[in-house]
Structures are given as structure tokens and as C-alpha cells.
């Protein structure tokens, strides 16, 4: 773990773990910064949902302007066809994943690159339009994680290191291995001073640092704050219970 070794220390003013709480205060905390989390995420997973709906919906336009006008031959319509079901399919598909973030499917476990990418590709475009470039410096190998706990966490440490920042500049999201555990450290690098314009207003209020913690502890990772870089230590995914199989 070399290149995340200098972020790991955590000396007297980083932030420390959340405070001993009951299992229900933890609970309260943990579910609060899940639903803050989802309000936060709200636009980029329904543009994810609604760029299929809108791809089938332009495509059923087309085809209706084309046989109203009487220029689709049988070859032609068949093809349309197939192309409506696959569009339908790959949406449907889409809005099940989405729901996902709400209700953690059956199986909830993805490899770290996996969970990484998928909250990098939600989060780039908002971003970036706040003055942030937010890249991935991925480490080799496959460590199989709980897609809910990357997801959640990921973005909260994306999002809180955001919103602390007082210029524009990269967010660099790197990961690592160890035996037991994937490691995702987030790091906050300002632009040099007078190559930016003034950032965008973020406009939402930023998430509760003890309320992701809680978030934290119900999901047994690990979570510490130093300035501007967030060291994210996740377990390994173990499957405890047999996957229910879908009669035929």
C-alpha cells in the first residue's frame, strides 16, 4: 500500500471515529445520512434512468412518423422492432438498478473497481460542473465488497470533500488491496491559485460527518477524515446465505 500510506496516518487534528452510541442511536444517524445521501444523488440516478426512457421514446416517434408517412417496408419495421425491444429491456434494466440504491438486491456484492466506477461515473458530470475533475487512480485485482456500502460511503466522501473545498481542483478517488480489506483513499488537490474561475454555488447542505460514520459502522467499514483526503477501509463481501433461485 504504498501510494495510500502517507494518507493513513491519523494524527491528533484528523477527525476521529464517531462517538460510542447505542445500536439504536447508530441506527437513527445511519439511516439519516443514507436518505441525505440518496437526496444528494437524486439528479444523476434519474438522468440515469430517464436517457433509456428517452432513446425509446424517440425511436417509437420515428417509426410512427415513418408509417404514418407509409416508408416502412416489412424488413424495416422487423428490425425497428427488435431495436424498440432491445431499447425496452436495457431501460427496464436500468430503472430495476436504480432501485437497487433504495433496496439492496439479492446478492449486493461487486468488486471494489466496480462499486468505485459506478459512483465516479454518477458523480463526474455534477462535478465537474462545480469546478472539480474527479479521477480514479485503480489499483489491480478483484476484492469482492458490498456494492451498498461503496456506493453510500464513496459518495459521501466525494461529496463532503467537495464541499469543504474552497477552490476548484481534482478529487482523486485511488485504491488499494490488503488481506482482509479494499482501501479507497479520497484526496482533494486545489488548482494552483489564479488558474480558476469562481466555483459554483453547491446550494445543498452539506452531510452530516457523524451521520456518515454511523453509516459507516452499520456497514463494519472503516471511515477517517484528515483535511482535505478520506481513508475508506471496506470488508471483504462473504456470501452468509444461499441465493433464492427464480422458479422456472
Known amino acids: 500500500m504504498l501510494a495510500i500510506d502517507p494518507i493513513l496516518t491519523t494524527p491528533a487534528g484528523a477527525t476521529p471515529p464517531v462517538a460510542d452510541a447505542s445500536p439504536q442511536r447508530l441506527r437513527s444517524l445511519a439511516r439519516a445520512a443514507q436518505h441525505d445521501i440518496l437526496r444528494r444523488l437524486t439528479p444523476p440516478l434519474r438522468h440515469d434512468m430517464v436517457v433509456h ?35 425496452s429491456r436495457q431501460a427496464v434494466s436500468r430503472c430495476l438498478e436504480v432501485c ?3 433496496e439492496p438486491g439479492e446478492d449486493d456484492g461487486a468488486t471494489l473497481r466496480e462499486g468505485v466506477s459506478e459512483v465516479v461515473r454518477l458523480l463526474s458530470t455534477s462535478l465537474n460542473f462545480r469546478g472539480f475533475d474527479l479521477r480514479t487512480e485503480l489499483g489491480d485485482g478483484d476484492f469482492a465488497v458490498s456494492r451498498s456500502a461503496v456506493r453510500f460511503l464513496l459518495a459521501a466522501a466525494i461529496l463532503t470533500l467537495a464541499d469543504s473545498a474552497t477552490a476548484p481542483g481534482d478529487i482523486v478517488v485511488r485504491t488499494e488491496l490488503s488481506s482482509s480489506f479494499g482501501v479507497i483513499a479520497i484526496e482533494y488537490q486545489a488548482q494552483p491559485e489564479g488558474t ?9 447542505a452539506p452531510l452530516a460527518w457523524a451521520e456518515v460514520q454511523a453509516l459507516a459502522v452499520q456497514h463494519d467499514a472503516e471511515l ?6 478520506i481513508i475508506l477501509r471496506l470488508p471483504r463481501a462473504v456470501v452468509t446465505t444461499p441465493l433464492k433461485m427464480v422458479p422456472v
Open 100 to 102: 437497487t440504491w433504495m
Open 53 to 87: 426512457l428517452q432513446s425509446l421514446g424517440m425511436m417509437a416517434e420515428a417509426l410512427s412518423a415513418r408509417m404514418e408517412r407509409g416508408t416502412v417496408d416489412s424488413d424495416d419495421l422487423q428490425g425497428s422492432m427488435s431495436k424498440l425491444n432491445r431499447l
Open 224 to 229: 477517517l477524515r484528515n483535511g482535505n483526503a
Open 196 to 204: 480558476f474561475t469562481q466555483m459554483h454555488e453547491q446550494g445543498e
